[in-house]
């Protein structure tokens, strides 16, 4: 089965790790950096967390920290734990099946079952590494057990990591602690401006007809400095509807009162956190919206759209291109792991749940938007490709 980005009418984008793409090692370098400092100097623990080496072969998308054993898990296609470590200590197959009976968990079970419901309630209790934004998480909570094991409850790990967590990505906290204030003081050193041929590939797919949108969760200060910075001064020529602190994927699936929640910034541009409203300006702008949304994030971008409105999604995902399906990535180390193996499967072959998302829910799978900017707007895509 095949189709055409101009099958659509509509089309929107994510922004973070999609039409704005991040230096990925500089990036987990700095959120490593931000969250061990915060820790050992708000929280106590112990300095050598700060300044430590940056593990990149425990890093990979897609993991999941059990705040209840202190663990780090990688998960298959039907929810089983297929490798894990207790702090940055590998475990053996007899230790994995101690802490989880024949590699299953109540918790994982619930969220293979429906991950959006998981990702909004269940947070305190396994918390997965959907993004890059998440990359150094599983990291420096390994180091925490490493470092005060039987002194420190691991839920209480946990509630201090989430402390640091939010204070580091707060849109208040605005200090040199605050990831936003580095990002913006130096954008040089951790985004990848969008090409020329990108730019040129947004004005052709809106010269066609197609009314062009953007929805992310960014809070608006952040999202507009980055937006300025990838795309140009000129970023609002390329969209029609821009929208800030989506709060997804509750955006896509959230409860009727909060479509009341509405701001307009300026021409063009809102917060919102209802994919309704979002529904409701398509119709004005076109007869009949026909919507697709590109995205990274596999449950904020891909699932909940597909599951929750009408929506078709086209998934960004850079490790197909560090994998060598299309070629080479400079961030090769942050996106593969030679100890936790392949994001798209384990060491036997078998299929992450991640992987099982790529091949149901998107239209196509992309190692960035730069792939799809090389086409044509017309050009015919196999459905369900993986590239």
């Known amino acids: ?174 200090d040199k602690g605050n990831i936003y204030n580095v990002l913006k003081a130096n954008p040089e050193e951790y985004y990848v401006r969008c090409d020329e041929t990108v730019r040129d590939w947004l004005t052709s797919l809106k010269s066609s007809g197609i009314t062009l949108f953007l929805v992310t969760g960014a809070y608006k200060e952040a999202a507009l400095d980055t937006l300025e910075y990838v795309l140009g001064r000129n970023w609002r020529s390329f969209f029609d509807l821009t929208v800030l602190e989506a709060g997804k994927p509750g955006f896509f699936v959230g409860p009727a009162d909060d479509c009341s929640n509405c701001e307009a910034l300026s021409d063009g541009v809102y917060t919102m956190k209802c994919w309704r409203n979002v529904e409701v300006f398509l119709r004005g702008a076109v007869d009949r919206p026909k919507c697709l949304y590109v995205g990274d994030n596999l449950i904020e971008d891909v699932y909940a759209p597909v599951v929750s409105s009408s929506a078709d999604t086209l998934h960004v995902c850079e490790e197909l291109e560090a994998e060598n399906s299309t070629g080479y990535h400079p961030d090769e180390k942050i996106l593969s792991s030679d100890r936790w193996g392949s994001y798209f499967h384990d060491a036997d072959g078998t299929p992450t749940f991640w992987n099982h998302l790529m091949h149901v829910y998107p239209k196509l799978c992309v190692p960035n938007v730069d792939y799809l900017a090389k086409f044509p707007v017309n050009h015919k895509f196999t459905s369900t490709q993986i590239v």
């Open 1 to 174: 089965m095949h189709f055409a980005l101009t099958d659509y009418n509509c089309i929107g984008f994510d922004l973070d790790n999609t039409l704005a793409r991040y230096k990925l090692a500089n990036l987990a370098r700095l959120q490593y950096d931000l969250l061990a400092g915060y820790l050992v100097d708000r929280k106590n623990y112990p300095r050598e967390i700060r300044g430590a080496p940056v593990d990149t072969d425990f890093l990979l998308k897609g993991l999941a920290i059990d705040t209840k054993h202190g663990n780090v898990v990688k998960i298959a296609r039907d929810g089983r734990i297929v490798r894990a470590a207790h702090g940055t200590k590998w475990l053996t197959e007899k230790e994995l099946l101690e802490f989880y009976p024949q590699k299953r968990a109540e918790f994982v079970e619930k969220f293979v079952r429906n991950p959006v419901e998981f990702v909004r309630v269940y947070t305190e209790r396994m918390k997965f590494c959907l993004d890059y934004f998440d990359s150094a998480n599983s990291l420096i909570y390994a180091r925490l057990i490493d470092a005060t094991e039987h002194k420190i409850t691991f839920n209480r790990m946990w509630e201090d990591l989430t402390e640091a967590l939010y204070n580091t990505f707060s849109p208040n906290y605005d």
